[in-house]
């Protein structure tokens, strides 16, 4: 470990100070004991996540502890080398749901428990955490599901109970999801995105887009954004909103939704230059059953309307959106 520890210093000394900090709060993140998250005093609007030193005791603490260690550490478990399956591309769920799944607009899980089972229009039926949790494996970590009475299942479904134990069931948690953000009013240009993202981005994720590990067999410490070992093309982030929205709220490291780093359009031209680059294809013919319900920006036929799948992945859609309203 002290070898890999040195390999990351000297990284982070080349590109300056700010990066070392932020690879050493993310090391302590990575290592330390589950204990309390911080609480940001400026979300109080927000939903707050329980603090983990109310997780209680026994056999039921266990499991909601396995399954809070599966999200942020979910390549220990199923990655490559993972000790219970190696069947995903070595990203943690929580690359994705940052701060396991706690952060305000970080895709938290806070409204989990509240809203499932629900109707979702991408498999045109009524969906359990079950089937939630498994379409996250297949399509963001490109992976295999699992049992759904296997103890990763369950523990995994455990925590996402505890953590909205007070949200009342039917309700929204605030802060849950991505945050609003209007269309872009032209399209998202990838070579503008490409010059952003290299001003920006690649500090921790790498001009090749192939992300940071600890070591060379270890986990991320910044994910991959593209390449064989990146969410697939059935992912919910190939969404160019998507995206663009989780980029404007989280990132670069240090940003929160009360103090953006990067501005609504950056994001958008970000979003389509990460998106223009090559990642596994994965395709689910089931998808969308009525095209009707298909977001405008999915990227893929058929559609209800004659837009071209170029205008549907990078805009602009104004027009569509007028469409789909009338």
């Excluded at 199923?78 to 799944?101: F, I, R």
């Amino acid at each position: 470990m002290a070898n890999s520890g040195g390999r990351l210093l000297t990284t982070a000394l080349i590109v300056g100070g700010c990066v070392l900090i932020g690879i050493v709060a993310m090391l302590m993140v990575y290592h330390e004991p589950i204990k309390s998250e911080k609480k940001n005093p400026m979300a109080r609007n927000f939903w707050i996540a329980p603090d983990t030193s109310q997780i209680p005791k026994g056999p039921e603490g266990q499991l909601i502890r396995y399954g809070r260690d599966l999200i942020a550490r979910t390549s220990y478990y199923l990655g490559p080398n993972g000790t219970v399956s190696k069947t995903t591309n070595g990203m943690n769920c929580q690359n994705c749901h940052l701060d396991a799944g706690t952060r305000p607009f970080g895709n938290n899980y806070g409204s989990v428990a509240s809203l499932y089972p629900k109707f979702r229009a991408r498999s045109g039926g009524l969906e359990s955490i079950e089937k939630r949790v498994n379409d996250c494996l297949m399509r963001s970590l490109n992976g295999e599901p699992i049992d759904s009475m296997s103890a990763e299942m369950r523990g995994m479904i455990a925590y996402f109970n505890w953590l909205g134990k007070d949200v009342p069931k039917g309700q929204t948690a605030a802060g849950s999801g991505l945050k609003p953000m209007a269309w872009l009013d032209r399209a998202a240009e990838p070579t503008k995105g490409k010059r952003l993202y290299l001003q920006k981005c690649q500090v921790c994720h790498g001009n090749d887009g192939m992300g940071l590990k600890i070591s060379e067999k270890g986990p991320y410490i910044y994910p991959p954004l593209w390449g064989e070992h990146s969410f697939t093309t059935a992912a919910g982030l190939f969404r160019i909103s998507n995206f663009a929205r989780y980029t404007q709220t989280n990132m670069p490291f240090g940003a929160t939704t009360e103090k953006p780093i990067l501005t609504e359009e950056q994001s958008w031209d970000i979003a389509a230059f990460v998106l223009s680059q090559p990642r596994p294809e994965k395709k689910f013919s089931q998808d969308w059953p009525n095209i009707l319900l298909k977001p405008i920006d999915y990227p893929f036929g058929p559609y209800a309307d004659n837009y071209p799948e170029t205008q549907h992945k990078y805009g602009p859609f104004g027009d569509m959106v007028k469409e789909e309203k009338r």
